[in-house]
C-alpha cells in the first residue's frame, strides 16, 4: 500500500485547512522547560508559534515520556507532537516512528470526522530513508495528510 494522501509543498501554509497539524518532535526539555524544536517544521512552528516550545515542554514534563501529544489549540488546529526520536541530535528511531504511527492511525480513525497533517516523519533532521518509514505511515487512515516539503 502506498501513502495515498501525499502532498508536496510547505505545510505551513496550508494550516488552517486542518483540525490537527502534527510536529514531528524528539522529548528533550531544556532547562528553561522548552522543548528543543531548532530543525525543519518544528522550527518552523516555533518561530510561528513561540508559545508552542513551552507548552510541548509542559506536556512531555507531565507525561514523562510521549508518542503523540496534543498541545492548546493555534488559530484554527490543534497541533500535536509526533516523536521521532529522544534526543534531538540522535537519527530519528523506527521504533518509535511505528508507536507514533499506531497512536496517531488509532487516534484518527476515532476522529474520522476530523482532517489531519503531518510533515513526513523522520526523513530530513531524523536522517531515516523514506524506503524505511513510508511502509511504517501507509497504516495512516485517510483523513490524515502527509506534507514532504519542495
Do not use: C
Not at 523506527?94 to 516523519?121: C, D, I
Amino acid at each position: 500500500r502506498s501513502i495515498m494522501n501525499l502532498k508536496f509543498g510547505n505545510l505551513l501554509n496550508t494550516l488552517p485547512q486542518y483540525d490537527y497539524v502534527g510536529i514531528t518532535a524528539n522529548s528533550f526539555v531544556k532547562n528553561n522547560g522548552e522543548l528543543v524544536m531548532g530543525r525543519g517544521f518544528a522550527r518552523a512552528m516555533a518561530l510561528k508559534y513561540p508559545e508552542i516550545p513551552s507548552q510541548a515542554g509542559y506536556e512531555i514534563g507531565l507525561r514523562q515520556q510521549y508518542l503523540v501529544a496534543p498541545l492548546p489549540s493555534q488559530d484554527h488546529f490543534t497541533p500535536f507532537l509526533f516523536q521521532v526520536k529522544i534526543h534531538w541530535g540522535d537519527a530519528a528511531n523506527l521504533g518509535l516512528v511505528q508507536k507514533s504511527t499506531s497512536f496517531l492511525a488509532e487516534f484518527a480513525n476515532a476522529m474520522a470526522h476530523y482532517t489531519f497533517a503531518l510533515n513526513y516523519p523522520a526523513i530530513g533532521n531524523g536522517r531515516l530513508s523514506k524506503d524505511d518509514v513510508e511502509p511504517i505511515i501507509t497504516e495512516l487512515p485517510d483523513n490524515v495528510d502527509i506534507w514532504q516539503f519542495k
